[in-house]
């Protein structure tokens, strides 16, 4: 049935959704600052970054100190 093919596909895809989310950094890599994702300054001006360690966040003071 197709629609219980689309409701598998989507529950994957939420779990992804939610593993990703949860392995979200909950500080800034540079000073410790705590990421709020209920923010909306934090979740509009820190910024996010995959590397060679993983997602990395950055606060907004520091992109503006460290120029990153």
Known sequence: DAAATLEKQMHAQLGF???????????CAYCDMEFDN????????????????GLALTCNECQENKNV
């Not at 209920?38 to 360690?53: A, C, P, T, V």
């Open 17 to 27: 959704i939610e593993k990703f989310v949860d392995n979200i950094p909950k500080t």
């Open 38 to 53: 209920k923010s909306d300054s934090h979740l509009d001006s820190w910024k996010m970054e995959f590397g060679d360690n």
